[in-house]
């Protein structure tokens, strides 16, 4: 199955800014793949305003997240793979969501469900 990460992404995304607030990303900025202005990162983090009147061209798809922003007058294109996103919730009171570590939560199994029962079958020869 893919990701629920960028789904909750999105739909958050939309409930923040059809409340008249603004949108924030907490990114993980250390790995290579993120594409961001280093300039502002902290402890290996950087926070991004992603509200329709700071980015353009704001793409949020089932692997990425990209837009173009500027930096200090200098516009920048913004990469950050999916997994690096680890938080969106709003600049003026915190809510949103925060992602763990791990991409996906995989719930505990079952205990009723036949993959972790004992089969009550034997093997015949």
């Known amino acids: 199955?893919?990701?629920?990460?960028?789904?909750?992404?999105?739909?958050?995304?939309?409930?923040i800014v059809d409340n008249g607030m603004t949108p924030h990303l907490l990114v993980d900025s250390q790995q290579d793949e993120v594409d961001v202005p280093r300039q502002y990162?902290?402890?290996?983090?950087?926070?991004?305003?992603?509200?329709?009147?700071?980015?353009?061209n704001l793409d949020v798809n089932n692997d990425a997240v990209t837009f173009e922003a500027r930096f200090d007058g200098k516009p920048t294109t913004v990469y950050i793979p999916i997994s690096y996103v680890l938080a969106i919730y709003t600049r003026e009171n915190g809510q949103g969501m925060m992602f763990g570590e791990d991409n996906e939560i995989t719930p505990p199994p079952d205990p009723n469900s036949p993959s972790t029962k004992r089969s009550h079958l034997k093997v015949v020869k």
């Open 1 to 15: 199955m893919t990701s629920t990460r960028p789904y909750l992404i999105r739909a958050i995304y939309d409930w």
């Open 41 to 56: 990162e902290q402890e290996g983090k950087i926070v991004l305003n992603i509200s329709p009147t700071a980015t353009q």
